[in-house]
Nanobody, 131 residues
Framework: QVELVESGGGLVQARGSLRLSCTAPGRTFIFSQYTMGWFRQATGMEREFVAAIRWSSRFEGQTIYAESVKGRFTISRDDAKKTVYLQMNGLEPEDTAVYYC???????????????????WGEGTLVTVSS
């Protein structure tokens, strides 16, 4: 069983910034072998893809973003710390949602939409953006 623990959510005003963090303390495999990413789900809406960063063994630095967050959000990872980050700038009320860290059950997962191989999610952290 893979454990993903998100943190960093909270209340922020429009145009503000937050940085979300996700750790995988229960993952016994090498962290760098796994794509990591973020999804979000607003009240009454479906869960949507936000960003992903590909497994690092060959594809260090390769990222993909939803069009709605491109240019505002940045995903990064620290394999030594088994941590993935989502830096969120220029937040808008429409960004209000529960944000879920995600990864793949398999190492070296395929890299294709809509989920870029990710099929495991954490419990989520709430981000609320006020106007």
């Amino acid at each position: 069983q893979v454990e993903l623990v998100e943190s960093g959510g909270g209340l922020v005003q429009a145009r503000g910034s937050l940085r979300l963090s996700c750790t995988a303390p229960g993952r016994t495999f090498i962290f760098s072998q796994y794509t990591m990413g973020w999804f979000r789900q607003a009240t009454g809406m479906e869960r949507e893809f936000v960003a992903a960063i590909r497994w690092s063994s060959r594809f260090e630095g390769q990222t993909i973003y939803a069009e709605s967050v491109k240019g505002r959000f940045t995903i990064s990872r620290d394999d030594a710390k088994k941590t993935v980050y989502l830096q969120m700038n220029g937040l808008e009320p429409e960004d209000t949602a529960v944000y879920y860290c995600a990864t793949s059950l398999r190492a070296y997962a395929s890299w294709s939409p809509p989920h870029y191989g990710m099929d495991i999610w954490g419990e989520g952290t709430l981000v609320t953006v006020s106007s």
